[in-house]
């Protein structure tokens, strides 16, 4: 359960055995209490792996709060945007890392959205076989999802996250005031995260966004109310199945359309981030589902409905310089990392709340499927 403190922060805990339990901390003006936070988990040197974007607001004021702690501090900045998740920038941190002389025994500190998380993680779980890292993420979608968890790892050119490693954090801090810094876009991109806890197995909760999501994007309490909900609910997942065997699979709802869009728009952010190819995805899990009689046509409509509100987008025609044909998202879909023995994995919904693991679609369904979006108006 989220707890929160006398001047609002909230707790989260993550209670993984062999001593690799974790706290998610949740409020704003975190970052300025980094220092003591790291400094307390040991070590005598911390690098923080930031982009550019990132680095001109938040490196500075982490370094100086590092190096008041005691702590020697660097920084490896990277370009933003997904492209920068690769084998080219991979290498650039991992040399970086190593240049800033971190040992077993430092930590690594994580500080930007998702794709830097993912590539700090990525080179901290393989740097010297492996060492300890922070994630500090400032993008709601990382708050509530991919800095979490310890997925962490790199694109390859035939998909998206193909390449990577679980490795948890010791520490996520997370500073709720960082948001106020995001474009809208951004925002409505972490927001697609956010729905998809409702979607999964909490219709109340997905009830409590459709009456609340105003006061999310403006920054009001609701803002770290979503946070923490989001987290609590990753963090039991996490727990009950680390490593994807079976129930973490439901947090990719959406995800196999998302990442095939992604592929096949060259993970171009200037033309689709990975939130709004979300958005789009579960609206097509959800009309996908009421396609094969699983979940009534309603739920879908009022699932697309609220994603197109907060300004999401929900159909394939949204995505700038087309999405290629039927056949060439089928193929891209096929790369997906929950296919096993060539047959696709979905997560699909008997309705809003009711999300489930279907294996074995028929490619025939889903390319016709596919097909009628395309043609739709």
Not at 186 to 215: D, Q, S, T
Not at 336 to 349: E, H, Q, S, W, Y
Request: proline share 3%; charged share 20%; aromatic share 6%.
């Amino acid at each position: 359960m989220s707890q929160a403190t006398m001047s609002g922060e909230r707790t989260v805990h993550v209670p993984l055995d062999g001593g690799r339990d974790y706290d998610i901390l949740i409020g704003r003006g975190i970052l300025d209490e980094a220092g003591a936070r790291v400094k307390a988990l040991g070590g005598r040197a911390a690098a923080i792996v930031t982009d550019e974007t990132v680095a001109g607001l938040y490196a500075q004021r982490v370094r100086t709060s590092l190096e008041a702690a005691g702590l020697r501090a660097g920084i490896v900045c990277v370009a933003p945007g997904e492209a920068s998740k690769s084998y080219a920038t991979f290498a650039q941190v991992c040399d970086g890392l190593l240049a800033e002389k971190i040992e077993r025994n430092d930590l690594v500190v994580a500080l930007g959205g998702g794709v830097v998380g993912d590539l700090a993680g990525f080179a901290a779980a393989v740097l010297r076989r492996g060492v300890r890292f922070v994630q500090a993420p400032t993008t709601l979608l990382a708050q509530v999802d991919s800095s979490v968890g310890g997925k962490t790892g790199i694109n390859a050119p035939l998909g998206k996250n193909l390449i990577g490693a679980f490795h948890q954090p010791r520490l996520v801090l997370a500073d709720t005031a960082t948001l106020d810094t995001l474009s809208s876009r951004e925002m409505r991109a972490g927001y697609a995260e956010v729905v998809k806890y409702g979607l999964i197995n909490e219709a109340a909760f997905f009830e409590w966004c459709e009456a609340h999501w105003p006061g999310i994007f403006a920054g009001g309490p609701e803002r770290d109310e979503a946070v923490a909900i989001c987290c609590r609910a990753k963090a039991g997942v996490v727990v009950r199945d680390e490593r994807e065997d079976g129930e973490r699979a439901l947090l990719n709802l959406g995800h196999t359309f998302a990442h095939a869009l992604e592929r096949l728009t060259g993970y171009e952010s200037a033309r689709l981030v990975h939130g709004e190819a979300v958005g789009i995805g579960l609206a097509l899990a959800f009309r996908f589902s009421a396609r094969l009689g699983l979940c009534p046509g309603q739920d879908a409509g009022r699932v697309a409905n609220h994603l197109a509100l907060a300004g999401l987008p929900t159909r394939l025609q949204a995505v700038p310089g087309g999405c290629g044909d039927a056949e060439a998202l089928l193929d891209a879909m096929a790369q997906d990392k929950k296919v096993r023995d060539g047959r696709l994995t979905f997560i699909l919904a008997h309705g809003i709340g009711r999300s489930f693991i279907a294996p074995g679609i028929e490619a025939a369904d889903v390319r016709a499927f596919l097909e009628d979006e395309l043609a739709a108006g």
